[in-house]
């Protein structure tokens, strides 16, 4: 069973803060990672993908990959309240015909 | 208008009922998933279609089927619902990313109610 690890938060951070979101994955061969933000109620939204080591930077989203450690991480900078969302951490299985597991979410609270 | 669409949106039924999810896309994706979600349990992939000849089974098949009846429609169906079915369904739609990723595009989701 591949597994996405993810700690279910609450995270907490100030308005304006970085905050700084992990995920860990077990399926060595995994080359293809996403993450995606999902409001409460409502469905998951793609915002990176990242495929090669080191950082993938998209406004105030980097998304960090260490293949070596399996490990996978999404910071935001200048966190306001609208970023307060589930962020899912999704890796591609190795296994062939793209299947995704998805972590459970950490849950994200930017403090006005 | 939304690219991927599920209907209903929400949905009660009791024990027994014979159940239909629909979604609808107009991405022009060729592949098709159907997803639940519970707390605590993240999503998990129920069916999943890469074009209307190829349907595969996911983690949690038992006690749902699917019709893919064109490469624009992929429907979930529960035989007969148990409580233990309750959940928020998601659809979900992909074509390979500039990078080979498969990158997934999520409906809003049919909220289901098994009593």
């Known amino acids: 069973q591949k597994e996405v690890e993810q700690n279910s938060g609450p995270l907490s951070v100030p308005e304006g803060a970085i905050a700084s979101l992990n995920c860990t994955y077990s399926?060595?061969?995994?080359?293809?990672f996403f993450w995606y933000r999902q409001y409460s109620g409502k469905s998951p939204e793609l915002i990176m993908s990242?495929?090669?080591?080191g950082d993938k930077e998209d406004g105030r989203f980097t998304a960090q990959l260490n293949k070596a450690s399996q490990y996978v991480s999404l910071l935001i900078r200048d966190s306001q309240p609208s970023d307060s969302a589930t962020y899912l951490c999704?890796?591609?299985?190795?296994?062939?015909?793209?299947?995704?597991?998805f972590g459970t979410g950490t849950k994200l609270q930017v403090i006005p | 208008d939304a690219d991927v669409t599920q209907t209903p949106r929400n949905r009660i039924t009791k024990t027994g009922k014979r159940i239909m999810l629909e979604c609808s896309q107009t991405?022009?994706?060729?592949?098709m998933y159907w997803y639940r979600q519970d707390p605590g349990l993240g999503l998990r992939l129920i069916y999943y279609?890469?074009?209307?000849?190829?349907?595969n089974k996911g983690e949690i098949s038992d006690g749902y089927s699917v019709s893919r009846q064109a490469q624009a429609k992929f429907s979930l169906s529960l035989e007969s619902a148990i409580p233990n079915q309750t959940a928020l369904y998601f659809c979900?739609?992909?074509?390979?990313?500039?990078?080979?990723?498969?990158?997934?595009?999520f409906g809003p989701g049919t909220r289901l109610t098994v009593l």
């Open positions: 999704a890796v591609e299985d190795s296994g062939g015909y793209q299947k995704v597991t």
């Open positions: 399926d060595r061969g995994s080359q293809s």
């Open positions: 991405k022009g994706h060729d592949r």
């Open positions: 279609s890469f074009d209307v000849k190829d349907i």
């Open positions: 979900a739609t992909s074509e390979p990313g500039t990078s080979g990723g498969n990158e997934q595009f």
């Open positions: 990242i495929y090669s080591n």
